[in-house]
């Protein structure tokens, strides 16, 4: 059984406007930092955003100010909201959850930012 469960990639125009979603199990949710992660051809997977259970967060400094991490405890699902999206952010984006001696990450989904 998947313990991330990720939608939301697509096509999007250069400025336009994307939202991610990462459902999680409970104990995960509950238990896990969780972030979002992307990758690109022939490059090392990047940490994107990231947010703790108390709902503290980081970003990378290429996405500050343009991505907002969020998580909604109802439905144990964590949130990336991208906007004025540029063709640099196209890549395959990835729910990742870890915790001391435990890591998950989720089937990656594809953005592509391209008019």
């Known amino acids: 059984q998947a313990q ?5 990639g697509g096509l ?8 991610l979603s990462c459902a999680a199990s409970r104990s995960i949710f509950d238990n896990y930092y969780m972030g979002w992660y992307r990758q690109t051809p022939g490059k090392q997977r990047e940490l994107v955003a990231g ?9 990378a400094d290429s996405v500050k100010g343009r991505f907002t991490i969020s998580r909604d405890t109802s439905k ?15 890549a395959v984006y990835y729910c990742n959850a870890w915790s001391v001696g435990q890591n998950y990450w989720g089937q990656g989904t ?5 008019s």
């Open 4 to 8: 991330l469960v990720e939608s939301g």
């Open 12 to 19: 999007v125009q250069p400025g336009g406007s994307l939202r």
């Open 51 to 59: 947010i703790t259970i108390f709902g503290t967060t980081t970003y």
């Open 76 to 90: 144990t699902t964590v949130y990336l909201q991208m906007s004025s999206l540029k063709p640099e952010d196209t």
């Open 110 to 114: 594809q953005v592509t930012v391209s």
